[in-house]
């Protein structure tokens, strides 16, 4: 297996690929019904029980982590060997996703504004809103990750597979205890021990630690754990939330969804040489992970605007789920959600964007223990809103929003400081390249 030191298109490949099908899947899991002339939307998992095996191929958010476990270990270890601290070193990567990030929060709380004074009915502004943050439950999973990446890192190189595998014990006995004493809140920490294990696992590709012998006998151990998990019980077959459920695999993720994730990477990566030799224009690849962050955070924005307008103004043909004709209008929702949404990440490409590499040095001898905080309540507040929505009980939520302000307010404020100006600015200059160069 390929290990090279400078950035992998085939690790694009993954990501920008896992972020399509991210969106195709959430599309085709919107549903829109009218009952007593509200707009409702359906769970189609839930309405077509025997749709949770399809959810097989769309559940592809462990290739995010992986691939993301690959470039963080790369760039922790090239920025920490040139004598970057590791305050700076967050802050800089914690930038590039709340940067985009704070843009899709400031128009969501303008729209519930909007919603509010046009008067539109709390419940409805509730469900809609919700709808809009759900996803964002990636961010402070990923956010947390990276600040442990570097002891992460030294866990890797000291215990190798023993961590990873640590993890997914770890992940059964949580299961254990949900499962049987019912213990829900313990459930939680599997966002932890699942999601880490699989951004270990990125460090473990990034290290060249996977043959591709390796690699099939991991997807094979995968498989094997999942049948014995899945087909006797107790674990549902859907890699997605099931409402109503009492075993869920996704919200917590559990034993179940990370050995489907070790069958899906054991495979990709089994691939990646085959693949790479045949990837003609790579770094046409590496371009389009440009769009992978907009893509992500603005792709139910064109979903719920279409269901908002075309439904009522009859554009659209309300269609029992399930029937004839809600599968011939599958294809034709996609479409007009991807219509909407491309133009929309284009134009999001023009906006104007913070240096490349900010001046990391402010937090070399700063309080990193206000990075920390300011971290924590940016994941507090993410995590808040993708449980809850933006409008829960059809009002903002001010205590979660505040402290989104206050502590993004201070990773970017400090994060984007002029640069220190002289031979050593110009020297960290030199040993940071620029996004797009080496590893991202």
């Not at 023993?162 to 949580?174: D, E, G, I, K, S």
């Not at 970017?412 to 991202?440: F, I, M, N, Y």
């Amino acid at each position: 297996m390929n290990a090279a030191p400078g950035r992998n298109p085939y690790a694009d490949l993954l990501r920008i690929g896992a972020v399509g099908f991210v969106v195709t899947g959430h599309w085709l899991l919107t549903s829109i019904s009218d009952h007593g002339g509200h707009l409702h939307g359906e769970d189609v998992v839930s309405a077509l029980p025997w749709t949770q095996w399809l959810t097989l191929f769309f559940q592809v958010m462990p290739l995010i982590f992986l691939a993301g476990g690959y470039a963080n270990a790369g760039s922790w270890a090239r920025h920490h060997a040139a004598g970057e601290p590791w305050a700076g070193w967050l802050a800089d990567r914690a930038r590039r996703l709340l940067v985009p990030t704070t843009v899709y929060v400031a128009v969501a709380v303008l729209a519930v504004v909007v919603c509010v004074a046009a008067d539109v009915p709390a419940a409805i502004r509730e469900e809609l809103f919700w709808a809009a943050a759900l996803h964002l439950w990636f961010l402070p999973t990923y956010l947390a990750l990276l600040a442990l990446t570097p002891a992460l890192a030294a866990g890797w190189r000291r215990r190798r597979w023993q961590l990873p595998l640590a993890f997914a014990v770890l992940t059964a006995v949580v299961d254990v205890f949900v499962i049987g004493p019912r213990l829900p809140l313990i459930g939680w920490s599997n966002y932890l021990w699942v999601w880490g294990g699989l951004y270990l696992l990125g460090f473990a590709w990034r290290d060249g630690a996977f043959t591709r012998a390796g690699a099939l006998w991991l997807a094979a151990a995968g498989a094997a754990l999942w049948a014995l998990l899945v087909l006797p019980g107790p674990f549902p077959v859907s890699t997605v939330g099931v409402p109503g459920a009492r075993i869920q695999n996704a919200s917590p993720p559990s034993i179940a969804l990370a050995a489907y994730a070790a069958v899906l990477i054991g495979l990709l990566l089994a691939a990646e040489d085959p693949v790479r030799r045949r990837m003609r224009h790579p770094r046409r690849v590496t371009a389009a992970n440009a769009a992978a962050m907009p893509l992500y955070l603005w792709h139910m924005a064109p979903a719920l605007a279409v269901a908002a307008v075309a439904y009522p103004a009859g554009l659209l043909p309300f269609t029992p789920i399930g029937s004839g004709g809600w599968w011939l209008l599958r294809p034709v929702w996609v479409l007009i959600c991807a219509a909407l949404l491309i133009p929309l990440v284009l134009a999001l490409a023009r906006l104007p964007h913070p240096p490349p590499y900010p001046a990391r040095r402010a937090w070399t001898t700063g309080p990193r223990l206000l990075l920390v905080a300011a971290l924590a309540a940016a994941c507090y507040a993410l995590a808040h809103l993708a449980l809850h929505g933006f409008a829960p009980g059809g009002r903002l939520p001010a205590v979660p929003l505040l402290c989104y302000a206050v502590g993004t307010a201070v990773l970017l404020g400090v994060s984007t400081a002029p640069r220190t100006s002289g031979v050593e600015g110009h020297s960290a200059a030199r040993q940071c390249p620029e996004p797009g160069r080496g590893v991202d």
